[in-house]
T-cell receptor, first 118, second 117 residues
Framework: AQKITQTQPGMFVQEKEAVTLDCTYD???????LFWYKQPSSGEMIFLIY??????QNATEGRYSLNFQKARKSANLVISASQLGDSAMYFC???????????????FGKGTHLIIQP | DTEVTQTPKHLVMGMTNKKSLKCEQH?????MYWYKQKAKKPPELMFV???????INESVPSRFSPECPNSSLLNLHLHALQPEDSALYLC????????????????FGPGTRLTVT
């Protein structure tokens, strides 16, 4: 079963509009972190925002905010006032806490290709 | 400074060649990672190093051989690759290596685009 599900393969949004990218996750581990990354066509993965499973408040970083609904297991990314430079692939990712006390990798969703139109 | 560097940016190699990918970070991170990303797919974890020791190998074929010479460097040695190994290879590093590692973001390098002919 997929641990991270992103149901929007592609989205077209008008410049300056707000956009919400969907992400649902599946885990039985009470400790986990949720991350959003942006990948432009150049290929580099750019970290945007993090939400921990124990965090009481939704994370915010500048124009990015995370709508965290723990009971629904969803962690949607909201980008306010979109810009042309926001056009990119966006990945939701999770890291679970039960890794035997060591570092663990990220599990990524399939991504959403966001295109901002002028 | 949150920079992870990778060399080379592009690599074309034949199936009989031996080559190496290099990754470097100077953030004092003690966890380092290799991911493989095929076109239009998400990254897939290959290897994890914690404190310079291999801690996770995601059943990667032996033609890929990782090495961590010191806490700042991570190599991926390539030998007898197949055309289907052509992909973007991403290196990442992270501060967390203990049980709270899930709270730390991973910082990625720009990747090496590998083409196997």
């Amino acid at each position: 079963a997929q641990k991270i599900t992103q149901t929007q393969p592609g989205m077209f949004v008008q410049e300056k509009e707000a956009v919400t990218l969907d992400c649902t996750y599946d885990t039985s581990d009470p400790s986990y972190g949720l991350f959003w990354y942006k990948q432009p066509s150049s290929g580099e993965m750019i970290f945007l925002i993090y939400q921990g499973s124990y965090d009481q408040q939704n994370a915010t970083e500048g124009r990015y905010s995370l709508n965290f609904q723990k009971a629904r297991k969803s962690a949607n990314l909201v980008i306010s006032a979109s810009q042309l430079g926001d056009s990119a692939m966006y990945f939701c990712a999770m890291r679970e806490g039960d890794s035997g006390g060591g570092a663990d990798g990220l599990t990524f969703g399939k991504g959403t290709h966001l295109i901002i139109q002028p | 400074d949150t920079e992870v560097t990778q060399t080379p940016k592009h690599l074309v190699m034949g199936m009989t060649n031996k080559k190496s990918l290099k990754c470097e970070q100077h953030m004092g991170h003690r966890a380092m990672y290799w991911y493989k990303q095929k076109a239009k797919k998400p990254p897939e974890l290959m290897f994890v190093y914690s404190y310079e020791k291999l801690s996770i190998n995601e059943s990667v074929p032996s033609r890929f051989s990782p090495e961590c010479p010191n806490s700042s460097l991570l190599n991926l040695h390539l030998h007898a690759l197949q055309p289907e190994d052509s992909a973007l290879y991403l290196c990442a590093s992270s501060q967390g290596v203990a049980g709270d590692s899930f709270t730390y973001e991973q910082y990625f390098g720009p990747g090496t685009r590998l083409t196997v002919t």
